[in-house]
């Protein structure tokens, strides 16, 4: 007693200081008492105390108990005042402090964070040289990157090599993270550029050339290639962009100088030409000078263009550079003249010549001028006429007047009353005291009364000779006339001419001339008179027409006409 306990072997767990009586009884019903007291000592009173309640995952803490003797902590089996912790996750931990026989326990709450999930990303694997890769962060609340002791979501980095980049992130229980960003960082390509040239002249083309990368663009043209072409106008400075095959790029550049052009001009003779006309070209401002079309050297050319022509002249200076003008000549046709009028006349006559085709005229020989003008040749001529356009050219054209040579006057043979014509022509006219005798055209006239007889002889282009010597009495006549022959020559001419011809028999002779009009303008007395006369006479003084002649005997008078032109 206390607790009415049976049995051999009792467990008790006494509050305080307790006796216990144990009676015990035989089989023959005899009891026995006996005692015994069990002291209660007081348990301990253990505490804890903690660097932290609250930890990270993969942190640890240090827990710390007093209030007995030893201690002994579970889970972990740990033994001491103060023992080092790492739970995985949140854990109560138990420690059992005893102090003599006595022993009291506690516990205490460890709660583990988890870390926060920290990742970071870039911008861009890779760089190039000197080339900027922004680095950005998440899942945490505040962030520090390494190397560069940098802060901040996201940052802006030039890496000068291959960089490893740590981010530690941390969140609001304070517990952190890490994750790491390599960026590579490409070297440059080692470009290099060239031209064709480093002097060209203006207008002129350069090839451009490059190396060191894969893709090039050429500034200030900006075209891609290589190589490429550029056309300078001034001294220029060309800066290619290499990049390579991973994006890298770098700069070179080329200075090409570029030479003016000369400053060429080009002058003209004249403007306008006729066909066939010469021109002189000049030109200036350069060197040496080629000229097109007519491939021809030199300042100052000469050309005889068949048509209207440009004329192109490349001037080249000392720098070899070259520069062009141009001058138009034009052409103009030469006019096309025509000549007309009458081809054929008879000696003494006038023939009316005609041109068309130009606008001023002159005619050679005589040196007449006009569209229209008259001639007297004296014999066949070729007049050539000279016409002039409104552009001052030239153009020309022949006529030619042929003259006919009339049949020489000729005599009348006298048989009886039968005249004959002594010279054969193609058809003839007869007169009687001067006037045509109608229907007498044969050689031969068969004379019906006395008076005087004249005939004219007229070949087959119808020019006369003119009358013949006259006779005033062919009725009866036996006797020939003492007049051998008559002669005028030239016939026509310009006043000059002589007067030939012959007696048989001495006869009181007398030279008379008479005009148009019928007017005696001069008269020769001969007396009694044979044999041949011939003699220049000069009628130049009273004009041009026609003019009759006549001889006249003591028995005949002949009459012969002359043209003056």
Same mark, same amino acid.
């Given at each position: 007693?206390?607790?009415?306990?049976?049995?051999?072997?009792?467990?008790?767990?006494?509050?305080?200081?307790?006796?216990?009586?144990?009676?015990?009884?035989?089989?023959?019903?005899?009891?026995?008492?006996? @005692? %015994?007291?069990?002291?209660?000592?007081?348990?301990?009173?253990?505490?804890?105390?903690?660097?932290?309640?609250?930890?990270?995952?993969?942190?640890?803490?240090?827990?710390?108990?007093?209030?007995?003797? +030893?201690?002994?902590?579970?889970?972990?089996?740990?033994?001491?005042?103060?023992?080092?912790?790492?739970?995985?996750?949140?854990? @109560?931990? +138990?420690?059992?402090?005893?102090?003599?026989?006595?022993?009291?326990?506690?516990?205490?709450?460890?709660?583990?964070?988890?870390?926060?999930?920290?990742?970071?990303?870039?911008?861009?694997?890779?760089?190039?040289?000197?080339?900027?890769?922004?680095?950005?962060?998440?899942?945490?609340?505040?962030?520090?990157?390494?190397?560069?002791?940098?802060?901040?979501?996201?940052?802006?980095?030039?890496?000068?090599?291959?960089?490893?980049?740590?981010?530690?992130?941390?969140?609001?229980?304070?517990?952190?993270?890490?994750?790491?960003?390599?960026? @590579?960082?490409?070297?440059?390509?080692?470009?290099?550029?060239?031209?064709?040239?480093?002097?060209?002249?203006?207008?002129?083309?350069?090839?451009?050339?490059?190396?060191?990368?894969?893709?090039?663009?050429?500034?200030?043209?900006?075209?891609?290639?290589?190589?490429?072409?550029?056309?300078?106008?001034?001294?220029?400075?060309?800066?290619?962009?290499?990049?390579?095959?991973?994006?890298?790029?770098?700069?070179?550049?080329?200075?090409?100088?570029?030479?003016?052009?000369?400053?060429?001009?080009?002058?003209?003779?004249? +403007?306008?030409?006729?066909?066939?006309?010469?021109?002189?070209?000049?030109?200036?401002?350069?060197?040496?000078?080629?000229?097109?079309?007519?491939?021809?050297?030199?300042?100052?050319?000469?050309?005889?263009?068949?048509?209207?022509?440009?004329?192109?002249?490349?001037? @080249?200076?000392?720098?070899?550079?070259?520069?062009?003008?141009?001058?138009?000549?034009?052409?103009?046709?030469?006019?096309?003249?025509?000549?007309?009028?009458?081809?054929?006349?008879?000696?003494?006559?006038?023939?009316?010549?005609?041109?068309?085709?130009?606008?001023?005229?002159?005619?050679?020989?005589?040196?007449?001028?006009?569209?229209?003008?008259?001639? #007297?040749?004296?014999?066949?001529? #070729?007049?050539?006429?000279?016409?002039?356009?409104?552009?001052?050219?030239?153009?020309?054209?022949?006529? +030619?007047?042929?003259?006919?040579?009339?049949?020489?006057?000729?005599?009348?043979?006298?048989?009886?009353?039968?005249?004959?014509?002594?010279?054969?022509?193609?058809?003839?006219?007869?007169?009687?005291?001067?006037?045509?005798?109608?229907?007498?055209?044969?050689?031969?006239?068969?004379?019906?009364?006395?008076?005087?007889?004249?005939?004219?002889?007229?070949?087959?282009?119808?020019?006369?000779?003119?009358?013949?010597?006259?006779?005033?009495?062919?009725?009866?006549?036996?006797? #020939?006339?003492?007049?051998?022959?008559?002669?005028?020559?030239?016939?026509?001419?310009?006043?000059?001419?002589?007067?030939?011809?012959?007696?048989?028999?001495?006869?009181?002779?007398?030279?008379?001339?008479?005009?148009?009009?019928?007017?005696?303008?001069? %008269?020769?007395?001969?007396?009694?008179?044979?044999?041949?006369?011939?003699?220049?006479?000069?009628?130049?003084?009273?004009?041009?027409?026609?003019?009759?002649? %006549?001889?006249?005997?003591?028995?005949?008078?002949?009459?012969?006409?002359?043209?003056?032109?």
């Amino acid at each position: 007693m206390p607790g009415s306990l049976s049995g051999t072997t009792v467990t008790v767990s006494p509050a305080s200081t307790t006796t216990y009586t144990v009676t015990g009884t035989t089989g023959n019903g005899c009891t026995a008492t006996a @005692t %015994r007291t069990i002291t209660v000592n007081p348990s301990p009173t253990v505490t804890t105390t903690t660097t932290g309640a609250a930890i990270c995952s993969g942190s640890s803490t240090t827990i710390t108990a007093s209030g007995a003797t +030893t201690y002994a902590w579970m889970p972990g089996s740990l033994s001491g005042a103060t023992v080092t912790v790492s739970p995985a996750s949140t854990t @109560t931990y +138990t420690v059992t402090g005893t102090t003599g026989l006595c022993s009291g326990t506690t516990t205490q709450m460890i709660t583990v964070n988890p870390n926060p999930g920290v990742t970071s990303s870039s911008s861009s694997p890779s760089v190039c040289q000197n080339g900027n890769v922004t680095l950005t962060a998440s899942g945490a609340t505040t962030y520090n990157w390494m190397p560069g002791s940098m802060s901040g979501t996201s940052i802006t980095v030039t890496p000068l090599s291959t960089t490893t980049y740590t981010v530690t992130g941390t969140d609001v229980n304070g517990c952190s993270n890490t994750s790491t960003l390599t960026i @590579t960082v490409n070297s440059l390509p080692t470009v290099t550029a060239s031209s064709s040239s480093s002097t060209v002249c203006s207008g002129s083309a350069v090839t451009l050339t490059a190396s060191g990368a894969s893709t090039y663009n050429w500034m200030p043209i900006n075209v891609n290639g290589n190589p490429v072409t550029g056309n300078p106008v001034s001294n220029t400075t060309y800066t290619v962009t290499g990049t390579d095959a991973v994006g890298c790029s770098s700069t070179a550049t080329v200075i090409v100088n570029v030479n003016a052009l000369p400053n060429v001009t080009a002058s003209e003779s004249a +403007t306008s030409v006729c066909t066939g006309d010469a021109v002189t070209l000049s030109a200036s401002g350069a060197n040496t000078y080629l000229w097109q079309p007519i491939n021809t050297t030199g300042a100052t050319v000469t050309d005889v263009p068949a048509s209207t022509t440009t004329y192109t002249v490349t001037g @080249t200076d000392l720098n070899g550079c070259a520069n062009t003008a141009q001058e138009t000549v034009t052409v103009n046709p030469l006019p096309i003249i025509t000549a007309t009028g009458d081809s054929l006349i008879c000696e003494g006559n006038s023939a009316n010549l005609s041109a068309s085709g130009a606008t001023n005229y002159t005619w050679n020989p005589g040196a007449l001028n006009g569209s229209t003008v008259a001639v #007297s040749p004296a014999a066949t001529t #070729s007049y050539t006429v000279l016409g002039t356009d409104a552009n001052g050219c030239n153009g020309s054209a022949t006529f +030619t007047v042929t003259v006919d040579t009339p049949p020489v006057a000729g005599n009348i043979i006298i048989n009886g009353t039968t005249l004959t014509s002594s010279v054969v022509g193609t058809t003839y006219q007869w007169y009687l005291n001067g006037n045509p005798v109608s229907g007498a055209t044969s050689q031969s006239y068969t004379a019906t009364q006395n008076g005087t007889y004249t005939v004219e002889v007229f070949d087959a282009a119808g020019c006369g000779s003119g009358q013949s010597s006259g006779v005033t009495d062919p009725t009866g006549i036996s006797v #020939s006339s003492s007049v051998e022959f008559i002669n005028l020559y030239p016939n026509p001419n310009n006043g000059h001419f002589t007067l030939n011809f012959n007696l048989t028999e001495k006869s009181d002779c007398t030279v008379d001339i008479y005009n148009a009009l019928g007017q005696l303008i001069y %008269r020769e007395a001969l007396g009694d008179f044979s044999g041949e006369y011939k003699k220049d006479l000069d009628l130049s003084n009273y004009g041009k027409g026609v003019y009759s002649v %006549r001889l006249k005997t003591g028995t005949k008078e002949l009459a012969i006409k002359t043209i003056v032109y």
